[in-house]
């Protein structure tokens, strides 16, 4: 069973920054392309960021803020979020194209930013 284990949440002050991470756990299946969403109480689950071979894209809400990365040696995505505000807290989650297996989400990562 391929798992998508996330980690790097918690809880910072506005201002503050978080690196979240996504490992394709136990895989031998690389991770070829891969989307950072977050879903906050009573809202919709949103994309915030996607990579892929040759292109990143951002919601315009996290421009600027927001870089997302990968290691594909470690088979891990990073979302980094810098200059936090308090509405982006959610919880975030990894949804990854894995080749030769498909698409798989993680179980999330709670991100809370006071103010």
């Known amino acids: 069973q391929v798992q998508l284990v996330e980690s790097g949440g918690g809880l910072v002050q506005a201002g503050g920054s978080l690196r979240l991470a996504c490992a394709a756990s136990?895989?031998?299946?690389?991770?070829?392309?891969a989307g950072w969403y977050r879903q906050a109480p009573g809202k919709q689950r949103e994309l915030v960021a996607d990579?892929?071979?040759?292109?990143?894209t951002y919601v315009d809400s996290v421009k600027g803020r927001c870089t997302i990365s990968r290691d594909t040696a470690k088979n891990t995505v990073y979302l980094q979020l810098d200059s936090l505000k308090p509405e982006d807290t959610a919880v975030y989650y990894c949804?990854?194209?894995?080749?030769?297996?498909?698409?798989?989400w993680g179980q999330g990562t709670q991100v809370t930013v006071s103010s």
């Open positions: 949804n990854a194209l894995l080749e030769g297996w498909g698409l798989t």
């Open positions: 136990g895989s031998t299946f690389s991770i070829t392309a």
């Open positions: 990579i892929s071979s040759d292109s990143t």
